[in-house]
């Protein structure tokens, strides 16, 4: 029997308007559709009282890198005296897996005897969240632990979400706490996190308690509350360059250089807003629609806020400026990387060039 492969909202949807089936692999580390998705399970299985992660009356958990799969199934099969639905969780399931690629295990056809015949009433769930999907290197194992657990009914692959997706989800869980924040002022927020919809989720409602329903969050509000905003200020160092405005820029320099920024990192950054600056000052693009279609059709996906920097930087220099200010980058990214005295005066260096 082939495991029905699904995707976390398709998988919440079923969870909502149907019975549970026998059994469930989580596959993937993604971790805010994981907690979702468990909640949900737990719900549908136990009843809305009952609260995922805690053990309760009719949900058991094994440690699958302590216990086997053969003593999961044996508890799945036990009848119990009071009856009523049960919800087994096996924990860390990668490690029911044989250490040795290629060595012989009984649990695959244990699983697939036991869903052959389930008991009634009990649900087993399945974690395997060691592996990254978006990972190369992970994707082999990954394949591994879904052909092991082939005979489990339905697996839910948690895989970490696109930029729309994130963007889209943080919308929807801002609107369901009654925050008030720009489109632009949230896209960076997701663009910060890196699309990492637990951090997301989190964030929106520590930016919820402090501002309440009434206060419009801001990107001072931002920076002030998310570690990654404040080591993250080189956005506001971008922007800085990007109207010329060396004061700004060398009082946001101070700044990075006391939070201990890793500058090399930071000009790669950089010298992508000018090759796209560069791109849109070539291709002709004069408005922020523009520029994201024209990113998009490329494969690119491109914030409205983005865009509207890409531009401001096409509009503040010439061709030419853009191709020495390319220049500029590579000289400092290379010095940068050899032995120097200070990063900061490379830095300040690179800023003076930027806006003479």
Not at 60 to 86: K, M, Q, S
Not at 139 to 158: C, G, L, S, T
Request: glycine share 6%; with cysteine; proline share 4%.
């Amino acid at each position: 029997m082939q495991a029905i492969a699904m995707k976390p909202r398709q998988a919440l949807q079923a969870l909502r308007k149907s019975t549970p089936v026998a059994g469930y692999l989580f596959l993937g580390n993604e971790q805010y559709y994981r907690d979702r998705c468990r909640q949900a399970l737990h719900e549908a299985v136990l009843g809305n009282e009952s609260e995922a992660g805690a053990e309760s009356d009719g949900a058991t958990e094994f440690d699958l890198n302590e216990r086997t799969i053969e003593e999961l199934i044996d508890d799945a099969r036990t009848l119990t005296l009071f009856g009523g639905n049960r919800l087994i969780i096996g924990w860390n399931a990668e490690g029911a897996l044989p250490r040795r690629t290629g060595a012989k295990s009984a649990a695959p056809a244990v699983l697939e005897s036991y869903f052959e015949t389930p008991t009634h009433g009990v649900t087993i769930l399945l974690e395997a969240g060691r592996y990254d999907w978006s990972i190369r290197d992970d994707k082999p194992k990954i394949e591994r632990v879904a052909q092991f657990f082939a005979a489990v009914p339905v697996r839910i692959d948690f895989e970490q979400p696109s930029a729309g997706e994130a963007l889209s989800e943080a919308k929807s869980i801002a609107r369901s706490l009654g925050l008030a924040i720009a489109p632009d002022t949230l896209a960076e927020l997701v663009e910060i996190l890196g699309n990492d919809l637990a951090r997301i989720a989190n964030d929106i409602e520590k930016l919820s308690l402090y501002a309440g329903q009434e206060q419009q969050v801001t990107h001072e509000d931002i920076e002030m509350l998310v570690p990654e905003a404040r080591r993250r200020g080189i956005y506001e160092f971008s922007d800085a360059l990007a109207r010329r405005d060396r004061g700004r820029a060398l009082e946001v320099l101070d700044t990075l250089v006391q939070s201990g920024e890793y500058w090399p990192m930071q000009i790669t950054m950089l010298a992508g807003l000018f090759r796209q600056a560069l791109v849109v000052k070539e291709g002709g693009l004069r408005n922020p629609n523009q520029v994201s279609s024209f990113f998009q059709q490329r494969g690119l996906r491109i914030w409205p806020a983005r865009a509207r920097q890409i531009l401001g930087v096409a509009r503040q220099f010439s061709l030419a400026e853009l191709e020495r200010a390319l220049v500029a980058l590579f000289q400092a990214d290379r010095d940068l990387r050899r032995e120097r005295p200070d990063d900061r005066i490379i830095v300040e260096q690179l800023v003076l060039r930027l806006t003479s």
